[in-house]
């Protein structure tokens, strides 16, 4: 097996992220070597025409991973629960947080948390999933995972029978990897996203059983988007923490992969 480069980009309006500076963009693949610098170039041009403003602070990192320390994980299976505004969308998706196991409660104070926030996080809030209290360290920064990407054969999949969808664009397939990654980790029970980008309504609520988008959990216009993580137990916040942010993982459609709508 070749070694795999994990490539990662985050970008900043008002300086870098550290020095107080506005969350723009940022991206994680894992890819060839050949492709290192066409996956940076379109990284840099993306973070240069977002629709949140434009980046003053940009930083790529490139980094071989060890072929050995790769982990697969299966890509989630996909399904639309259609709903007619982000009033509904946020109830539905709490419904199903609640049937994943979460408490009721802990889902309500997490969404909370979310909708609080003035501005976007760079990376996720990890909260545990009994008593909705925030379980990592990360204050406003949030976990950020990092070194996950498709297989190149399953890019191919994947784009195929989200195109008969017509959902072939970059916020479904990175949310999708990402998710397939954030549930595979241990202690990990579901994960609760909505895009920061203000004309990206949709969120999606994600377990090892699938990964269930929204098509509204925001109002259109609104540039605060969100991800929280939901564990089992805040005992493991450690392990699972290491395991978003270090661990490569390559994300592969097993042969029942699906997209239910
Ligand atoms: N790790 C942790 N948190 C992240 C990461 C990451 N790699 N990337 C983004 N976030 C957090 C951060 O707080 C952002 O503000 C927030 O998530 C939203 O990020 O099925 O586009 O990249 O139609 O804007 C989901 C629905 C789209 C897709 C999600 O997220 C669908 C999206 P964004
Ligand atoms: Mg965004």
Redesign the pocket.
């Known amino acids: 097996m070749t070694v795999l480069y994990s490539i990662r980009m985050r970008a900043a309006q008002g300086g870098p992220h550290e020095q107080g500076g506005r969350?723009i963009s940022?991206a994680?693949r894992l890819v060839v070597p050949a492709a290192i610098a066409a996956t940076v170039t379109g990284m840099v041009v993306r973070a240069l025409h977002h629709s949140r403003g434009r980046a003053d602070f940009i930083n790529v990192t490139v980094e071989a991973v060890a072929p050995t320390a790769v982990r697969q994980v299966a890509l989630l299976p996909v399904e639309t629960v259609p709903v007619q505004d982000y009033h509904a969308g946020r109830a539905a998706a709490l419904a199903r947080l609640a049937a994943a196991g979460v408490a009721p409660a802990a889902a309500d104070q997490a969404l909370a948390a979310l909708l609080v926030l003035n501005e976007?996080?760079?990376?996720?809030m990890l909260v545990d999933a009994s008593t909705g209290q925030r379980v990592d360290t990360y204050g406003q920064r949030?976990?950020?995972?990092?070194r996950m990407d498709i297989s190149p054969d399953g890019e191919q999949v994947l784009r195929h029978a989200l195109r008969r969808h017509g959902?072939d664009n970059d916020?479904?397939r990175?949310?999708?990897v990402?998710a397939s990654k954030v549930v595979s980790a241990p202690g990990v029970l579901a994960e609760l996203?909505?895009?920061?980008?203000p004309e990206?309504t949709?969120?999606?609520v994600a377990t090892a059983a699938g990964?269930v988008?929204f098509p509204h959990l925001k109002p259109i216009g609104s540039g605060i988007?969100?991800?929280v993580v939901f564990l089992t137990s805040s005992k493991a916040a450690e392990k699972s923490v290491a395991y978003l942010q270090n661990q490569a993982v390559v994300v592969v459609p097993t042969a029942d992969w699906h997209i239910a709508c």
């Open positions: 969350h940022g994680e976007s996080m760079r990376g996720a949030g976990v950020r995972v990092t959902l916020h479904v990175e949310a999708l990402l996203c909505w895009s920061d980008d990206y949709a969120g999606y990964y988008r988007g969100g991800r």
